[in-house]
């Protein structure tokens, strides 16, 4: 149980005082009435003694007894009805509250922490109330009449006669028949006569001469004069006397209360009338005449002209309720005691004390006495008698029955004068006078004898006070006997079915039982009287309970929590909406956040009901926001009332304020961080063959590695743009902005270009949710250009403003359970600075269906309108957390966040904007095709944009064409093939003779030192303005490899204006292309051993060029035609083919590969001197009737561009940490020797059959030769990863690099060739020894002097080497030591010599050379690379 203000030591000598009963003659009741009091009332707040008070016990035995109190009141001859206490009782709870501001406990039980209200008024003063109305019964005398006051006035004119009035009233209502109430303690009660003195009106002599009269005939210990009114009440309000009577009226005035909550109240009439009458003091503050001696009816009395059922119902009940509230409006300002002084005040207490000390006692004292002595003589004869008479007429003891048995029975009742009630007398005085040992043991001997005779309702009585006894003596000489109490519950309950008495026993047990700590035990009593006869007491009792369990050692939390809300809820049937709800608030502590969600929902829900009931509407909303926010388990129709509900209350709240700020609504959720904002307007969709251009659009998914991508791009091409340097002031261009995108700055938008704004919702429940009138909420800043801010904020869009329009989606359905996300748009018609605050809407939910599939599901659902049952404007937020900060130290210590301000754009002037078409762009190619396509730029802005650029990571897929685009007129078969090349038609006579025509890289974009990626777009005027468009055609070229590629372009453009804010804009697009495979080229170039040319130069070389058709035949190619082949190099050009001289045709099926070799020579002195560093010389061979201008676009373009690509490929770069520079200059020449810079560009035709039609494609492949007798391809080769070797752990010897230079880059250092005779005829028998001259031709190949030495002498190795080569000498010097010139060609005449004819080998000689400047010699030997073979014959 709670706290509480009294201990139960306190409580229980408070409850059960001697009551002393008032007649008042009508002068004495109008004296103090002029206080606004009934004489009783005068008394209460004094009834209390101030000191101690002794009294002999029938033993003579000096008794103290301490803080004796008395009850005074009027009598009343009407018992009060259970219907008016039970009202009583319901105005004393509902009008006792906790304090505002308490504070509350805080117990800490485990990991809960509760704020608990220490203590509960409401019970206490429940209870107080409850004890004080106990109806007087037959087996009880605590609280009858002991005592009677008498009270007349001083100015009544024959005052003496009056009192014996008054006495004879008092007698006719004791000993008269017709008086079943009040109830007497004993025949003879005491009288005490009272004379009211009014000081300052009445006549102070009159007054003592009648009180010396008084004190003859009573005696002076049976009268009193008591003066009040010492001042006259007009002078009230001149000095402040304290009221004491204020606290003991509030009480009896709460009846006034305007109607009681519980609607209407049947009181049920109880079959044991006895135990139902009631007496209850003066808490009437009306004055009633009518009775001449003034006693009125009962104020707990009902109304008897009500119907007979005694109900409180109907009209009555209203009119009663309304009379109530003028006169609760007419007592507000009431003082009490307002003629009183405080001499006054000491007179009352006074004259208590004197009737307490010389009246009541020395009363109470004789009658003790005279009670004991009875039983004393009595004890012997007529107990005995009195029990044999019993067995003889009952033949034997009446077996004991047990409690069940007698249910049906309250047992016999005893006349008053029956012994066994004279003990229960003495007991109930002793009690009274705190004599608790005398009690207990009379109690206990009643007890007995009740029981001996079955008298149920006695011994129930008897056993409760002997309890009370045994608990309250002295000294507690014996323990406190709980099981009486249990048996007095049970058989008040059970047998006497009297609730009320039960009540009683139930209260004064817990409060002893809590006082021992026995909390369990409390508990479990006072659960066992909750029943449904009493909403109210089971609500109290249950609070109470729930207290204990909160209270034990170790605290009963959850068990708390439950009786908690088994209290609120008989609260709220009780009608104590105000206790419901703190009850249920006080259990959702323990509730709450634990997982019980259907428990918490039912609280919520409860807690909503409740504060809407009592108009706290903001407690209410919150409560049911919680049950529509959490993770709900309920059903969908539970969910669906949950949400009404919450609706309803919510509009009543909004039409409380219609013009204050929106609410903040729970649903849908918004996940705010998955806001995205896009700047700019829809993409277009493709129409026909135009398709615009991806960019970036709120459909795309966020991929890093892309933006990245992007990022690049945009950094290069404003490199390039700002000579090659980014600014500072750079930042990526970002037209959507999501929780990946850096969100640390202001975004920019640009004006009259909308901006979009997806919120992602998610509908938690499982009823669907529509949202109507959707639109941003936004706050908006104009910047003037006068320099003046004025800040313009709106809440609410109506009509078309000028600043920002605001697009609003009508209806918005959001199925259960459902993500969805809502695209709403702003329209800035301003610069300044916008703020997205969050979004508005009114929420609502659908009629009739709990789900819906899709809009129109619903029956009667037209066009996608729902019927809406009810809906409430509100708004949420859009609130991002930024990204947790992480750089500084401080940083990484606290959790601080950075800012996130997508929804703050600033919108900044106009900017052109730019929107691309590709025409004819195709999406499958074979790999190494060339298509052509047709870009359209369009200018969608009103300013005109400039410097387009378009740059990607693949610039050999695409071209514009160089500026020889236009030179070249076409073929008429080219056009009538539509083909993408340039042709001129050939003369037969020149096939397979190199046509030469030469281009310089920098028409193609590919400069020294220009970035190839960036390609400028070739605008007309270079300027393109608002609204004019351009189309420009575009050639495609499909990549090498094949699968499918993703090519991403970025256009990059500016305002002819140039703009503070943004300086360009961009447009990106991602072409997707699948690439199928076509042919594989792979070539190698060897140096050609016939040295004679035209020009008597040597370097001819061999380029031998194997084209393999590896498409399979699902693209429906049929064969592939090699048209031309081209070669484009600085130095180099092809001369002619040296295999296809007869055969013009080069057809490739499927899988077949084609071998062809041609001739390639240098390009002539004068025309390399004539070129600069960047023209190539193009040579084209064409097998077919047209030439391909190899040198114009696009075949150029695309050369260039995989040049370009090649070149950028890291080189493999030696790294000589060596002695001397000129050892790697050494090297450097010996390599270039080997190197050959010679590009192939195959150029061909493929026939394809689709749809019964043939096409042609056409395509080129590239092949670049860097390496003498290095093969090389036309497509990347995959790289074989090593397989893993095991871990070595050494330390390197020598950790320089080798500088030596290979033997392949050695042995091209010369170059050999040996002329003879192929056959040489020889008459052996004429001439035995054949000799034929041969001619060594040695050619320097370097730019660089070279030493060489020939060596003519066989290498004696082997003995098949030997074989073969003894059979001949060579004659004259063995060794010559030469020094040849750069590129000088030196030949020796040499002679070999034979003795047989057969086939020899002369291609022994052996060649060293050295650089001549070098100390170094790195000499080897020059292999021939095929053997020389003579025949000899004989004549």
């Known amino acids: 149980m709670a706290q509480c203000v009294q201990s139960v030591q306190e409580l229980i000598p408070d409850s059960f005082v001697p009551c002393v009963a008032a007649l008042c003659s009508d002068e004495a009741e109008r004296l103090t009435r002029l206080n606004h009091l009934s004489f009783a009332e005068l008394l209460k707040p004094f009834s209390r003694l101030t000191s101690e008070v002794h009294m002999r016990d029938p033993n003579n035995q000096l008794h103290i007894i ?204 109880n079959k044991n009338s006895d135990s139902n009458l009631l007496s209850l003091d003066g808490l009437d503050n009306e004055v009633k005449d009518g009775l001449p001696n003034n006693f009125r009816a009962h104020p707990l009395q009902l109304d008897q002209s009500s119907d007979p059922s005694n109900s409180i119902d109907g009209p009555d009940h209203v009119k009663s309720a309304s009379s109530l509230h003028e006169t609760k409006k007419a007592n507000t300002g009431i003082i009490h005691g307002a003629c009183l002084t405080l001499t006054d005040h000491d007179r009352i207490r006074q004259f208590i004390q004197e009737f307490t000390f010389r009246g009541l006692l020395p009363h109470i004292e004789k009658t003790i006495r005279q009670l004991n002595d009875q039983l004393i003589s009595r004890k012997g004869l007529s107990r005995s008698l009195f029990s044999a008479t019993k067995k003889w007429f009952s033949g034997s003891k009446v077996p004991e029955k047990s409690i069940n048995e007698l249910k049906n029975t309250s047992g016999l009742l005893y006349p008053p004068e029956a012994p066994e009630l004279q003990i229960r007398k003495m007991a109930d005085l002793c009690f009274l006078v705190q004599h608790y040992d005398l009690a207990y ?129 008989r609260f709220s049937k009780a009608g104590q909406k105000k206790h419901a709800l703190r009850c249920y608030c006080q259990a959702m502590q323990v509730y709450k956040g634990k997982g019980w969600s259907l428990a918490e929902d039912h609280i919520n829900f409860t807690i909503g009901r409740q504060s809407y009931t009592l108009r706290q509407l903001d407690n209410a909303v919150s409560a049911f926001r919680h049950i529509l926010i959490n993770e709900s388990k309920q059903s969908a129709a539970q969910q669906g009332a949950f949400l009404r509900e919450y609706l309803y209350v919510y509009k009543n709240v909004s039409q409380l304020s219609p013009d204050g700020p929106l609410p903040q609504l729970p649903l849908p959720y918004i996940n705010s961080s998955a806001t995205r904002v896009f700047f700019g307007h829809d993409r277009r969709p493709a129409d026909g063959e135009k398709q615009a251009a991806t960019h970036v659009s709120l459909d795309q998914e966020y ?33 959507c902005l999501n929780s990946y995108s850096d969100n640390s700055r202001f975004p920019l938008a640009v004006v009259e270009e909308p901006i979009t704004v997806e919120v992602a919702f998610r509908n938690p429940l499982k009823v669907p949710l529509l949202l109507t009138d959707l639109s941003l909420l936004w706050k908006f800043q104009p910047k003037d250009f006068s320099g003046k801010d004025n800040e313009e904020v709106k809440e609410l869009i109506t009509g078309e403003p000028e600043m920002i329009g605001t697009e609003v989606i009508s209806e918005f359905l959001i199925n259960s359970e459902e993500s969805k996300v809502a695209r709403l748009k702003l329209f800035p018609h301003h610069i300044g600075e916008l703020h997205i605050l969050g979004v508005v809407y009114n929420l609502g939910t659908i009629q009739g269906s709990m789900t819906v599939d899709g809009i129109g599901a619903l ?133 397979c003779t190199a046509l030469i025509s030469s281009a310089s890289s920098v028409d193609f974009g590919i400069g020294i030192g220009s970035q190839p990626e960036v390609i400028p777009v070739p605008l007309p005027d270079t300027v393109l303005l608002p609204g004019a468009s351009v189309q420009l055609p575009m050639w495609l070229r499909g990549p090498d490899e094949e699968g499918v590629h993703e090519i991403n372009f970025l256009f990059y453009y500016e305002s002819v204006k140039k703009q503070p804010k943004i300086r360009h804009r961009i447009l990106r697009h991602t072409a997707v292309i699948c690439t199928s495979r076509s042919l594989n080229v792979r070539a190698t170039v060897c140096r050609s051993n016939s040295l004679e040319d035209e020009e008597g130069r040597g370097g001819n070389m061999l380029v031998f060029v194997d084209v393999e058709n590896t498409n399979t035949s699902e693209a429906g190619v049929k064969e592939f035609h090699i048209v031309q082949v081209s070669s484009s190099s600085k130095l180099w050009k092809l001369q002619n083919s040296v295999n296809l001289a007869e055969n013009k045709e080069a057809k490739l099926a499927s899988r077949e590969k084609g071998k062809f070799c041609f001739k390639a020579v240098r390009c002539k002195e004068k025309e390399a001197a004539m070129q600069s560093s960047e023209r190539y010389t193009f040579a084209d061979i064409i097998f077919g009737n047209e030439q391909i201008i190899s040198s114009a676009s696009p075949c150029a373009d695309f050369f260039y561009r995989s040049l370009s690509s090649e070149l950028k490929k890291p080189q493999a ?200 400047d070098q100390v170094t010699v790195f000499e080897t030997s020059q292999q021939n690379s095929m053997p020389a073979l003579i025949i000899i014959n004989n004549m």
């Open 66 to 269: 301490k803080n004796l109190k008395i009850a005074v009141s009027n009598i009343i001859t009407q018992p009060p009805q259970p219907g008016a206490i039970r009202k009583l009782l319901n105005d004393v709870v509902s009008g006792s509250q906790p304090a505002e501001g308490l504070v509350a406990n805080v117990i800490t039980a485990g990991d809960y922490d509760l704020n608990i209200s220490a203590t509960t008024p409401w019970f206490e003063s429940y209870r107080e109330t409850f004890l004080q109305s106990m109806p007087a019964s037959d087996h009880e005398f605590l609280n009858h009449y002991l005592a009677c006051m008498l009270v007349a006035s001083s100015n009544e004119v024959e005052p003496m006669e009056q009192f014996s009035k008054l006495s004879q009233e008092q007698h006719r209502i004791q000993h008269n028949n017709d008086y079943s109430y009040p109830k007497w303690f004993i025949p003879n009660t005491l009288k005490y006569y009272v004379l009211l003195h009014d000081v300052s009106a009445g006549d102070e002599q009159r007054a003592e001469s009648i009180y010396e009269e008084m004190k003859q005939k009573y005696g002076t210990q049976g009268c009193y004069l008591l003066k009040i009114n010492s001042r006259t009440s007009n002078r009230a309000s001149d000095e402040q006397i304290p009221d004491p009577w204020s606290q003991y009226l509030q009480k009896s005035s709460i009846q006034n209360q305007e109607s009681y909550e519980d609607g209407p109240c049947t009181i049920t009439s």
């Open 441 to 569: 043991s009379c109690y206990h001997t009643a007890k007995k004898d009740f029981l001996n005779d079955q008298a149920m309702l006695y011994a129930a009585g008897a056993l409760e006070m002997a309890a009370v006894s045994a608990f309250l003596q002295p000294g507690a000489p014996r323990p406190y006997p709980a099981h009486y109490m249990d048996t007095a519950i049970q058989t008040y309950r059970d047998i006497c079915r009297n609730m009320v008495l039960a009540e009683r026993c139930v209260l004064l047990s817990a409060e002893i039982l809590k006082s021992q700590s026995k909390y369990s035990e409390a508990a479990a009593l006072l659960i066992r009287l909750t029943s449904e006869d009493s909403d109210l007491r089971s609500a109290l009792l249950l609070e109470q309970a729930a207290h204990c369990f909160i209270n034990m050692k170790s605290p009963m939390v959850r068990k708390y929590a439950f009786h908690m809300i088994l209290a609120g809820h």
């Open 703 to 735: 991929d890093s590695e892309s933006s990245q991508q992007w990022r690049e791009l945009e950094e290069q091409v404003v490199a390039v743009v700002n000579k090659g340097i980014i600014p500072s002031s750079f930042y990526p261009t970002q037209y």
């Open 1213 to 1412: 770069q030696l790294s000589l940490h060596t002695e001397k520079h000129s050892i790697e200059d050494a090297v450097r020449l010996i390599q270039k020797c080997s190197e050959v810079d010679l590009n192939i560009i195959i150029l061909w035709k493929a026939y394809v059959v689709e749809d019964s039609k043939q096409l042609i494609l056409e395509g080129q492949h590239h092949v670049i030769l860097r390496t003498i007798g290095k093969e090389a391809f036309s497509y990347p080769q995959k790289q074989e990863l090593p397989e893993m070797e095991l871990l070595k752990f050494f330390r390197p010897e020598n950790t320089a690099v080798s500088s030596r230079p290979s033997v392949d880059q050695l042995s091209n250092l010369i170059k050999t060739s040996l002329h003879y005779p192929e056959s040489f005829n020889h008459p052996f028998h004429q001439k035995s020894l054949c000799l034929v001259p041969v001619t060594l031709l040695l050619s320097n190949c370097s730019k660089a002097d070279v030493d060489v030495i020939v060596d003519l002498r066989h290498k004696t190795t082997s003995p098949e080497a030997l074989e073969i080569h003894g059979s001949f000498t060579w004659l004259g010097q063995t060794q010559y030591k030469l020094q040849l010139k750069s590129q000088e060609i030196h030949s020796l005449q040499l002679k070999a010599c034979f003795v047989h004819t057969g086939v020899y080998n002369l291609g022994t000689p052996r060649v060293f050379a050295k650089l001549s």
């Open 859 to 991: 029956p009667g659902c037209h066009t996608g309108k729902h019927s809406l049952s009810m809906s409430v404007r509100g708004r949420q937020d859009l609130e991002i957390q930024g990204p947790r900060l992480n750089n500084t130290k401080e940083e990484k210590t606290s959790i601080k966040y950075g800012p996130d301000r997508r929804l703050d754009p600033i919108i900044t002037e106009e900017m052109p904007l730019l929107e691309v078409f590709f025409i004819h762009f195709p999406t499958g190619l074979l790999c190494g095709e060339i298509r052509k396509a047709y870009v359209e730029f369009v200018n969608v802005s009103k300013c005109p944009l400039t410097a387009l650029k378009v740059v990607s990571k693949r610039p050999e897929f695409f071209t514009f064409g160089g500026n020889t685009a236009v030179l070249t007129p076409l073929s008429p078969s080219a056009s009538e093939n539509c083909s993408a090349y340039k042709t001129v038609v050939t003369d037969s006579t020149s096939v």
